[in-house]
């Protein structure tokens, strides 16, 4: 629940926005919607003073600078999403019933010719959800995949798919190290995550990045003065920055100081204003569902020229189904079906789905033996999916065995996560894989673009 | 050994006000409101306040597990009073009650985590 | 006073603020940079009384504290009038530590336990564990190392953050052993034999878990590991105490644990030389923490650049000294969010490692999270301008100094000053002419905004 910088109001608080009233209905201030901007149909809000021209030409600049660069967005689904249950394997239907008694899915939608089901739930959303984006090839499922000699701790797991590196030492983030090598000194937009703090994955050594909710949350405010105070404010926030720094500390201080008022700078024509939402999507998406309007601000700010390479956004279902896994995981499963359709609804809408590749991850699987609860355990040999108008489509790797499990009773694991991770980095990125994920050639690489 | 990454703060408020029938006299009164922090994990509560005097309980549950965990508060009669309803792995949530004197018990009604150790009494005096 | 008064008393401050006063160049600016370093800010008061009072005395005073302990002044920390709860309500507990920070007379003591929260990492623990480690920390922050270091060894918290607790003989686990050696006293020079044996003999602790949810921690010899070991050349039935004394010992603990001291106060590393000095100090101290505190803060190099301070705030010190010498009090429950988004939560290191330190605390987010927390500060603080207290007269120097005074005296760059000062002569430039008569409320607001940047800006980052 990220909390209003301006809940304290009080007196002093209470004239002066008394004044910024006035003064927002003054002409000067007004601002003023210019429709069908750039990257489709979008409208740009910009002060009169502040004069819109500038905004666009500028962001005209940056797009020059990587016009068309490839996005990849990491959709992370908390708690160890089940693969049985998410592709259920048709196939064995038998075998997969008795694992699965009671909470055992009836009868599953099939999935194409492959042998395998897929939750009802993922076909909800537009065009029919994942399962849509399925059969209009632009989904890859990626069924088995984990890592050797699985932690089932989230914790330990989920930090080693955070970080590319199977330890348990403190490390950046796989898009963090990326960014570091490949990034851009000067842009924090250019790793982007839709949250108040910054997802582990991001997590950089040196390049800037940065944490938002919305674009509303990113101005540098001082309570009590608006408009051109505000701006005059801002010049002497810059003069100082701006100021020549020795020193490792000092220099880190004041190009933070510059990259913070850039960042303001960059999106206030995209922030909120007068309940005005700049960024609101082409294309509907679900209501009240945190996944979907985080997605709906990524495909919005990707359409802008910002210089956005990388995202990364939770979903906000809950995918550690211990008990009662019908509900939670149809709830879960049919947030990320119906917010993901609807991101590629918008990507295609803006004319940016050919640069923009989602890579969809949990920290493991769940056992393939039901418990007593209608739930399952942590388990080994989980389910990715790469998603995208290029994403290579169909089912890209084997579907674990349900009779030859491992000596856990688990999922044996037919992929490794760096794998993916070397592939896309490779694939999408274009870049070599091992200057971020140590050892890389031993993964071999799956084909996940077309 | 890496850290757990404890629900953020801001993320994590799920205030559920759940206000048991009370007198006339009751509402009128303010009651005093207590709180009770309270940890799950696997599988045990650990309530940093055994009792608190008759009026609003403000219990405050953090999951320190690796498992979802809720909070159920229950009469000695096992009628049930409230629940915070399930609280993440690494979540928070409020849960807050007006209580009257008497003995409660503090369970986790998911799964068997109850039968395993996630039950604890509380005592709320006069 | 008047307006020109306190443009005259401003000016002769400054003036004097490098005139050595307490003899052999010990100035206000040596004072705030040591208040700074060792603890939360100097307030005006405290820069002009230890100033003259000289440098063997200032540090006298905090290193040692007042005569018969530390206190706290200052009225009693609340949110929205509801005194804290720290053990039942979130958040109250970094509230609670905040509010000492602020408040003790002993702010090294308070310093020196961030120090070791940071080194000795725990997160995810029960509440009135977590607080309960923080009085053992504090209690040994400046003591001997050796029983701060059993103290954290068997304390619950730690215990249980890195297993030790529960690990038998039958089962050893190395967590702590291996995080005791690379983390907490060695970095270097022992094998993953040496963290096999240490396991072995750190064996024995069981968690007790009574009914109501509370915790003890035992010592059962029955599941300690009672055979022969090897640890760092010495061979024996080693026990937990032996492996504690081997790893203090141990060649390289002393270089390691007086380096780490050292960067927590200065930003350059030590010369061979000093560094030589402060592990003979220590070494001859019997590994006591306090004598090469005393002497790191002592060192010329912490008092380099007095102008230019190279060394970034971390979060904690940067919103609790901003409170400290404002005398803004803990009022509100902003600062344990605001510390969050920071980057420094108390009681929520990010791993055993702890947080990252200089440089990686700046961010562009951290930033616009420290600007936020300007607002709050003036707002709920001591900062905040009392309306029509500015009169609409000041000249732009004017207005300048008494934001300026208003923010506790902070040492300014030249080149920020100006440009403040810049900016209270422009402020109004480009007004609407409707509102040029609103002349209370844009002296207000001036004052607000220049507190508010002399807060936040990129000085006020420094120390």
């Known amino acids: ?450 | ?126 | 006073m008047s307006a020109t008064a306190a443009r005259r008393r401003h000016g002769r401050r400054r003036a004097h603020a490098r005139r050595p006063s307490g003899g052999r160049g010990w100035t206000e600016a040596h004072v705030r940079r040591l208040f700074w370093r060792a603890g939360f800010g100097a307030t005006p008061a405290e820069a002009r009384r230890w100033a003259r009072r000289g440098k063997a005395a200032t540090l006298d005073h905090v290193v040692n504290g007042p005569p018969g302990g530390a206190r706290v002044r200052g009225p009693a920390p609340r949110v929205e009038q509801r005194p804290l709860d720290p053990l039942n309500e979130w958040g109250d507990d970094v509230l609670w530590w905040l509010d000492r920070m602020i408040r003790s007379t002993h702010p090294l003591q308070e310093k020196l336990t961030l120090f070791w929260h940071d080194h000795f990492a725990t997160a995810d623990q029960d509440t009135p564990l977590m607080l309960a480690q923080n009085r053992m920390l504090r209690a040994n922050a400046l003591g001997s190392f050796r029983e701060l270091l059993g103290a954290v060894t068997r304390d619950p918290a730690m215990q249980l953050f890195l297993s030790l607790a529960d690990s038998t003989k039958d089962a050893p686990n190395e967590n702590y052993a291996r995080e005791l050696m690379e983390l907490f006293t060695l970095g270097s020079g022992y094998s993953e034999r040496d963290v096999r044996e240490a396991a072995r003999a750190l064996t024995g602790y069981t968690a007790d878990w009574h009914d109501d949810g509370t915790v003890t921690i035992k010592y059962d010899a029955g599941q300690h590991d009672d055979g022969v070991k090897t640890l760092l050349g010495r061979r024996g039935r080693l026990g937990v105490d032996d492996v504690l004394d081997l790893v203090t010992a141990h060649p390289n603990h002393a270089p390691f644990l007086v380096g780490k001291l050292w960067s927590f106060f200065v930003a350059t590393p030590p010369s061979r030389a000093t560094l030589r000095a402060l592990v003979a100090t220590y070494r001859g101290s019997g590994l006591r923490i306090e004598p090469v505190v005393r002497q790191i803060l002592a060192h010329p190099q912490l008092y380099r650049g007095l102008d230019a301070p190279d060394m970034v705030k971390c979060p904690v010190v940067f919103l609790a000294g901003a409170m400290r010498t404002t005398g803004t009090y803990v009022t509100q429950d902003y600062p344990t969010w605001l510390l969050e988004l920071m980057g420094q939560l108390p009681f929520s290191p990010p791993s055993v490692a702890g947080w990252d330190w200089g440089a990686a605390w700046m961010s562009s987010n951290a930033m616009r999270q420290r600007f936020v927390a300007g607002n709050h500060v003036v707002q709920y603080g001591r900062p905040r301008p009392r309306k029509g207290a500015a009169p609409a007269s000041l000249t732009p120097q004017e207005a300048y100094a008494r934001a300026w005074r208003a923010v506790g005296e902070p040492r300014v760059s030249a080149a920020t000053r100006a440009t403040l000062t810049h900016l209270a002569a422009r402020f109004f430039d480009d007004i609407d002419a409707r509102w040029r008569d609103q002349a209370d409320w844009r002296a207000d607001a001036l004052q607000w905004t220049l507190r508010h940047l002399l807060l936040t800006c990129p000085d006020a980052q420094l120390h």
């Open chain 1, 1 to 450: 629940m990220p909390r209003s910088v301006h809940k304290g109001c009080d007196d002093f608080r209470q004239t002066s926005a008394g004044v910024r009233e006035r003064w927002l209905g003054a002409p000067l201030t007004r601002r003023q919607a210019l429709a069908g901007a750039l990257g489709g149909a979008l409208a740009i809000y910009a002060e009169q003073t502040m004069p819109w021209a500038r905004v666009l030409e500028a962001a005209q600049a940056r797009a020059a600078e990587a016009p068309g660069a490839r996005v990849l967005v990491s959709v992370f689904l908390p708690g160890g999403c089940d693969l049985l249950d998410t592709l259920p394997p048709i196939g064995a239907y038998g075998r997969y019933a008795d694992l699965r008694g009671d909470m055992k899915l009836a009868a599953p939608p099939a999935l194409g010719s492959t042998g395998l089901g897929i939750h009802p739930s993922l076909a909800e959303g537009a065009g029919g959800g994942v399962k849509g984006l399925f059969e209009a090839g632009k989904v890859g499922f990626l069924p088995g995949i984990d890592y050797a000699n699985p932690d089932l701790s989230h914790f330990h797991s989920r930090h080693f798919w955070e970080t590319g590196l199977v330890t348990e030492r403190a490390a950046p983030g796989w898009l963090g190290r990326w960014l570091d090598r490949h990034g851009a000194r000067d842009n924090p937009l250019q790793g982007l995550t839709l949250s108040s703090t910054l997802s582990p994955v991001l997590a950089t050594g040196s390049a800037p990045v940065a944490a938002l909710e919305s674009p509303s949350d990113c101005a540098l405010d001082v309570w009590a003065i608006d408009g051109r105070q505000e701006r005059q404010m801002l010049a002497a926030w810059q003069r100082m920055a701006a100021a020549h720094a020795r020193g490792e500390g000092p220099r880190a201080v004041h190009t933070a100081a510059r990259l913070a008022k850039a960042v303001g700078d960059r999106l206030a024509p995209y922030a909120e204003h007068d309940g005005v939402d700049p960024l609101a999507p082409p294309v509907p998406y679900p209501q009240d569902d945190d996944l979907g309007r985080r997605l709906s601000r990524v495909a919005a700010l990707v359409a802008q020229p910002l210089g956005v390479r990388l995202a990364a956004v939770d979903a906000s279902g809950e995918f550690d189904t211990h008990d009662d896994q019908p509900r939670e995981l149809g709830d879960g499963l049919r947030s990320v079906s119906q917010s993901l359709a609807a991101f590629q609804a918008d990507l295609e809408a803006r004319g940016v789905a050919d640069r923009v590749l989602t890579l969809v991850w949990s920290e493991f699987g769940r056992r393939p033996q039901a418990n007593e609860s209608s739930g399952t355990d942590h388990g080994a040999g989980g389910i990715a999916w790469v998603q995208g108008a290029r994403a290579a489509s169909g089912i890209l790797t084997d579907y674990p065995s349900l009779t030859a499990l491992d000596p856990d009773d688990n999922l044996k694991v037919t992929v490794d996560f760096r794998k993916v991770y070397c592939s896309l980095i490779e694939g999408w990125l274009g870049t070599d894989a091992s200057e971020v994920i140590p050892n890389a050639g031993a993964y071999g690489r799956l084909a996940l673009v077309r």
């Open chain 2, 1 to 126: 050994m890496v850290a757990r990454r404890t629900g953020s703060l801001l993320l994590a408020l799920l205030l559920l006000l759940a206000v048991l029938t009370a007198s006339a006299a009751d509402a009128r009164r303010r009651p005093p409101t207590t709180s009770v922090g309270v940890a799950a994990r696997e599988f045990r509560f650990s309530a940093y306040r055994t009792s608190a005097p008759g009026g609003i309980v403000r219990f405050n549950v953090a999951n320190f597990g690796e498992d979802g965990h809720d909070l159920v508060v229950e009469t000695a009669g096992g009628r049930r009073v409230g629940r915070t309803g399930e609280v993440r792995s690494g979540r928070r949530a409020t849960l807050a009650l007006r209580l009257r004197p008497g003995t409660y018990r503090l369970v986790c009604d998911l799964a068997d985590h109850a039968a395993r150790g996630m039950r604890t009494s509380f005592r709320v005096t006069r």
